[in-house]
C-alpha cells in the first residue's frame, strides 16, 4: 500500500497554498506539523479528493486518485476541521446513517458503530442526541466515524481539538492501534499530539514542507539551539523582547528561567539544554525570515528515513 503525493500544487487566485509537494507514503502514523495557515487543510482535502489540485496528483498504488473516483473514497476514512453533523441524530443512528452511505451491511454496520462507540468512550450515551453532547464528545464522534469501515488511508485533520488531556492520550492509544496496517495522516499545530504517536513527521510552512524525518530526526535539526538561564526579572523581559522563549519559570528567589530557542548563545550564563519537537516548532515559526533547512532536509534523506521525500 503507498499513497505518492507528486509535485501538487493548489493555488487560489493570486496565493499559492501548497507548493508542489511531494512525498511518498506507506502505512504508519504520519504527523502533519504547521501553523494555522500553513497550508495543511488545503492539503488534506486534496488527499482526500474533496478538493482538485491546481497542478500535480495523488496516486493510490500507482493509479491517480481521481481515476479510482469511488473506488479510492471507500478506502478513505476523513475527519475534517469543521465536522459536520445531524443534531437530532443519536450517535449509534449517525454512525449507522453513515455507514449506510458507506455501503456497510445492517449487521456489520450496526456491530462497527458499536464497537467504534466503545472505543471513544461514547458507548454509554450512544442513544443520546448529538446535540446534547459536548465539545469534545462530538470530536471523539467525528475521530469514531472517520475509522468506520476499516479504512486503509485515515486523514484527521484537527481531531484533538477540544479534547481534555485525557481524552487526548485515548486517542493517542486509538491511532497507534489503528495504525498497523494503515496509512494514517494526522494534521495539528498541537505539537504534543504528534510527538508521541507519529512514525515520521511532516513540517509545513508556507505550503511547503520544510522539515521532514522521523521524530528523533526531526528534532535533531536543532541540536544546539536550546538553551537555559536564570536571570534577574529585567534581564528576563530584554531576553524575552529579543529571543524565541519556550519557557519562563519564576523561582522563589525572584530569579527567571528561561528556555531559549536561538542560533547562538543568548546569555553569558546559558547552558545548552536538549531539544524536543516544541523547541523544533518554535524554531520554524519564530517570527522573521523562515530559516533553511534545504542542507539539513538533504542529509535526512540521505541518512534514510523510510520512503519520504522533498
Same mark, same amino acid.
Given at each position: ?182 496509512? #494514517?495522516? =494526522? ?10 504517536? @507519529? %512514525? +515520521?513527521?511532516?513540517?509545513? *510552512? &508556507? ?72 523547541? #523544533?516548532? =518554535? ?10 533547512? @534545504? %542542507? +539539513?532536509?538533504?542529509?535526512? *534523506? &540521505? ?8
Amino acid at each position: 500500500m503507498e499513497l505518492t503525493i507528486d509535485r501538487l500544487t493548489k493555488q487560489f487566485g493570486a496565493s499559492i497554498a501548497v507548493d508542489r509537494v511531494s512525498a511518498t507514503l506507506r502505512p504508519g502514523v504520519y504527523g502533519l506539523l504547521g501553523a494555522n495557515g500553513a497550508g495543511k487543510t488545503t492539503l488534506m482535502r486534496m488527499l482526500c479528493d474533496v478538493l482538485k489540485p491546481t497542478s500535480g496528483s495523488v496516486l493510490y498504488d500507482g493509479v491517480d486518485i481521481a481515476a479510482l473516483g469511488a473506488d479510492y473514497r471507500a478506502l478513505l476514512g476523513y475527519l475534517p476541521q469543521d465536522f459536520g453533523y445531524y443534531p437530532d441524530f443519536t450517535a449509534l443512528d449517525f454512525m449507522r446513517y453513515l455507514a449506510s452511505l458507506k455501503g456497510m451491511d445492517r449487521a456489520r454496520a450496526r456491530r462497527q458503530s458499536l464497537e467504534l462507540l466503545e472505543l471513544v468512550d461514547l458507548a454509554n450515551v450512544a442513544k443520546h442526541r448529538i446535540k446534547t453532547f459536548s465539545g469534545g464528545m462530538k470530536q471523539r464522534l467525528g475521530i469514531a466515524q472517520a475509522a468506520l469501515n476499516d479504512p486503509a488511508v485515515l486523514v484527521l485533520d484537527e481531531p484533538t481539538a477540544g479534547l481534555d488531556p485525557k481524552e487526548r492520550v485515548r486517542f493517542r492509544n486509538l491511532i497507534a492501534s489503528f495504525a498497523q496496517d494503515k496509512i #494514517v495522516i =494526522l494534521s495539528t499545530h498541537i505539537v504534543s499530539d504528534v510527538e508521541y504517536v @507519529a %512514525d +515520521e513527521i511532516l513540517v509545513m *510552512r &508556507a505550503g511547503s514542507f520544510v522539515l521532514e524525518g522521523s521524530p528523533e530526526q526531526v528534532v535533531a535539526q536543532v541540536a544546539g539551539k536550546v538553551w537555559e538561564c536564570a536571570v534577574g526579572p529585567r534581564e528576563a523581559d530584554s531576553l524575552t523582547a529579543r529571543c524565541t522563549v519556550g519557557n519562563a519559570h519564576y523561582g522563589a528567589d525572584g530569579q527567571v528561567v528561561l528556555r531559549i530557542v536561538a542560533d547562538e548563545r543568548p546569555h553569558a550564563q546559558a547552558r545548552p539544554l536538549e531539544p524536543t519537537l516544541e523547541d #523544533v516548532y =518554535l524554531y520554524l515559526f519564530r517570527e522573521g525570515p523562515a530559516p533553511d533547512h @534545504a %542542507d +539539513e532536509t538533504a542529509q535526512t *534523506r &540521505a541518512a534514510g528515513k523510510g520512503g519520504l521525500h522533498a
